[in-house]
């Protein structure tokens, strides 16, 4: 009878913990909706594959960092992504072969990665592959922390993170309200043979220059665009913003081989402002601070009245 009851008890205490292990493995199955409007199961956040500077950053300030093991060549925050994790290259110039040689059980990338005959691959591929919604505006900063911490189980820490991030906007937005005239700023993305090429509406330089309180003079143009010289006349931006480079010297002397830039505002005044790209138009977690930059760059005076106010 003991033995039989001894019997009993481990098949009971057999079915409770396979109960338990098929429960566990329910719970960790979820079905997401991503960004391109996909069904995806996600099933194992163990190894990510992380592509995109925000994506990154965003995991990296969710500590689900140890999940990651492999990010694109834009993971350039924090530093030690790069020089931990594999680099799968650009995300623009992804290569199904480097991309599934890591061996992720779960693919997060933003909207931009590519070439899109890779994206395909990818996506049909039995790794799950999560697009993540890129709305570049304050709401949408918090909708992607929170969209991410909901694919690797950080729902807590997402919603801590997306309301300092929401916090952070609106004391950006009293600072906003503060500017009287807006300047006229125009972004140059990059300057060849003389040539630049500028931002336009849709852009997240656009959207980063009116966060911090500027008036993008080349709205009128749609997404990235070379300037034309009779354009650049026309606009005569009070400030031009460019990201850094690693060139020598400063950065209004690689803006001034544009020959039709060199009599505007911005270059008789010395209003070229520099800052690291990701930085500037990554929208991830630092995106606010990153425009309270740029505005105290455009109007220093406000530096000066919080300095004062502060007294």
Not at 39 to 58: F, H, M, P, W
């Amino acid at each position: 009878m003991t033995d039989i009851r001894a019997l009993r008890l481990a098949m009971i205490c057999a079915a409770l913990l396979t109960g338990a292990a098929l429960l566990s493995v329910a719970r960790a199955e979820q079905m997401i909706t991503d960004a391109s409007g996909r069904q995806v199961k996600v099933a194992d956040t163990s190894r990510i594959l992380s592509i995109g500077g925000d994506v990154t950053e965003i995991l990296y300030a969710l500590k689900a960092d140890d999940k990651i093991i492999a990010v694109d060549s834009t993971s350039q925050f924090p530093d030690e992504a790069l020089k931990t994790k594999a680099n799968v290259g650009y995300l623009r110039a992804l290569s199904s072969e480097g991309v599934l040689s890591t061996n992720p059980s779960l693919i997060i990338a933003g909207k931009d990665a590519g070439p899109p005959p890779v994206v395909a691959v990818l996506k049909a591929s039995s790794i799950p592959y999560i697009e993540v919604p890129d709305t570049q505006t304050p709401e949408g900063v918090a909708a992607k922390i929170r969209f991410i911490a909901s694919v690797v189980g950080a729902q807590a820490a997402g919603d801590a993170l997306a309301k300092d991030i929401e916090n952070d906007f609106a004391l950006l937005a009293e600072q906003r309200s503060k500017i009287g005239k807006p300047k006229r700023a125009l972004f140059i993305l990059s300057v060849q043979n003389g040539r630049a090429t500028i931002g336009g509406s849709g852009t997240s330089a656009d959207a980063m220059i009116k966060l911090a309180g500027g008036e993008n003079v080349a709205a009128g143009a749609q997404g990235y665009k070379p300037l034309a010289d009779e354009a650049a006349v026309e606009l005569a931006p009070d400030a031009i913003v460019t990201m850094q480079h690693g060139r020598n010297g400063p950065p209004s002397a690689h803006i001034a081989t544009v020959k039709s830039l060199q009599g505007s505002p911005a270059l008789q005044n010395h209003q070229v402002i520099e800052m690291n790209g990701l930085y500037l138009l990554g929208f991830g977690p630092r995106c606010a601070r990153a425009a309270r930059e740029l505005m105290i760059a455009l109007y220093p005076e406000l530096a000066q009245k919080r300095a004062s106010s502060s007294e």
